[in-house]
């Protein structure tokens, strides 16, 4: 079992940066793809970005890309997502999520975190 923390959210301005981490326990990541996904009120879990296991393969949505970049510190079993730029629409729940697969699809991931919550506003 694998039990994923985030931390780092927080209310930001537009334009802000913020740098959210994901720290697991209960066993090693390192053989882990990794996922971050976002929700707001009233729609529905986003794709947002993903790493595989060996930190060679990135995706990230095409309303993020260029704006937000994930890396992995597998010494410390942590994942981080560094947000800039960012845009009130950024705003929502983001979750980090672990799994066997590299992909963007939520239900393939097997373990998620409770979310941290991030809210750009002026």
């Known amino acids: 079992q694998v039990q994923l923390v985030e931390s780092g959210g927080g209310l930001v301005q537009p334009g802000g940066s913020l740098r959210l981490s994901c720290v697991a326990s209960?066993?090693?990541?390192?053989?882990?793809?990794m996922g971050w996904f976002r929700q707001a009120p009233g729609k529905e879990r986003e794709f947002v970005g993903a790493?595989?296991?060996?930190?060679?393969?990135?995706l990230y949505a095409d309303s993020v890309k260029g704006r937000f970049t994930i890396s992995r510190d597998n010494a410390k079993n942590t994942v981080y997502l560094q947000m800039n730029s960012l845009k009130p629409e950024d705003t929502g729940v983001y979750h980090c999520?672990?799994?066997?697969?590299?992909?963007?699809?939520?239900?393939?991931?097997?373990?998620w975190g409770q979310g941290t919550q991030v809210t750009v506003s002026s």
């Open positions: 999520a672990a799994g066997l697969r590299f992909t963007i699809s939520a239900p393939t991931y097997n373990y």
């Open positions: 209960g066993r090693s990541i390192s053989s882990d793809a």
């Open positions: 790493m595989s296991w060996s930190g060679g393969r990135i």
